[in-house]
């Protein structure tokens, strides 16, 4: 069973550094228990491992002289943003200092004429959209949560955009970052394309605070569409509603957003949101453009659909009901979790390539039966990512055990298929040991970088890398 090892512990500079810390910021260095707690939390169920201190910066100047402390007397440094990460980055397994980003909430910059805008860690993808909204602008990558766009940058998020718009990586222009030295460095420009050099722009993003802490992000903007419709359509099976999308996918047709919910997840989600979709799997479907092309791309997946036997087919341009959708889809974590009372909901996902699909949600559900699993699966099926969600009584040692072994199982069944242990989770404490399967010898390259950059292994150690 995945373990959030503790790692030996540099007493001596732990202690220095928070009598340096407290003196310089005061209230804004907290040490008490509740709060080093809320900056330890995990979602899942890799256990808390508490900060020593949480500091508040509110520049880069402060986060760089936070790191410069902590890296004189070889301190771990953990980057927090809003604490949805899944797989226990936010830890600290080593304890040090937890620097919550929060409190760098500017947008910086809006340019409009070039599609791109610069923000701090801190801002929230709501928070921007909110602001961009009155410009006819939007910054497309939704994972769900509310998560920071400093977190979302450096776990490599995605979301339901996914398949339009790209992820983080598809998405980042250039950044600012704190080196594990204390320096500031710019990893390039707002042009929109470069050969200088090395990119270290996509070597940040994803490399969850090992690296690095991001303070400035120059992100890649979207027109808003015209015109939006929302369409929806049931299956008699998984099998059918992802051969439809693999048809939809392999045809051209240029949606948006294409999510799948298995029967359980639509029983869920109705119960919550007060809905009444019908319970079988479901697809939900968004097409951006022109008021025409929206109208053809809903009529084109309507024949696909049909093909697969599909029913119920709908598809509307209303605001209120496409939004009343997809904010059921993105509660669709929560309504999971309600199927069962006092039960932890453990959020695992892989990706595979879109013709391996249909077989790999197939075969992830009928394993989830056999084990008796209350176990809904959702997924950004576009680009073949699904996500299962077994609640789990964790003081139940069998039924851990057999979650574990579960995962494991989806985690190696999706590297066979030519796929990843993660899509959009990323590694952290939890997938460490399913890296070296999925990319072999590459994981040494990664140490090597990690260990040239980061000498004294005080960037959020302990995750991404095996022996980290």
Known sequence: MVQATDLPRNETGIAAVLGVLKQRFGEKCQTGESMREQHGHTTTWIKNQLPDAVVFPKSTEEVAEIVKTC?????PV???????????????PAGGISIDLMEMNEILAVNAEDLDCVVQPGVTREQLNTYLRDQGLFFPIDPGANASLGGMTATRASGTNAVRYGTMKDNVVCLEVVTPQGEIIRTGTRAKKSSAGYDLTRLMVGSEG?????????????????????????FESLDAACQA?????????PVARIELLDTLSVQAVNAYSKLSLPEAPLLLLEFHGSESSVAEQAELFGGIAEEFGGTGFEWTTSAEERNKLWQARHDAYWAGVALRPGAKGISTDVCVPISRLAECVSAAQARLDELGFIAPIVGHVGDGNFHCLPLVDVENPEELAKADAFIGWLNDLAIEMGGTCTGEHGIGQGKRPYLVKELGGAVDMMAAIKRAIDPDNIMNPGKILPDA
């Open 71 to 75: 890296a004189a007397h070889k301190v």
């Open 78 to 92: 953990i980057g927090f943003g809003t604490g949805t990460s899944l797989e226990g980055h936010v830890n600290a």
């Open 210 to 234: 090992t690296l690095g802490l991001i303070t400035e992000i120059t992100l890649k903007l979207q027109g808003i569409p015209e015109a939006m419709s929302s369409a929806r359509v049931s």
């Open 245 to 253: 999308v693999m048809m939809t996918i392999q045809y051209g047709i």
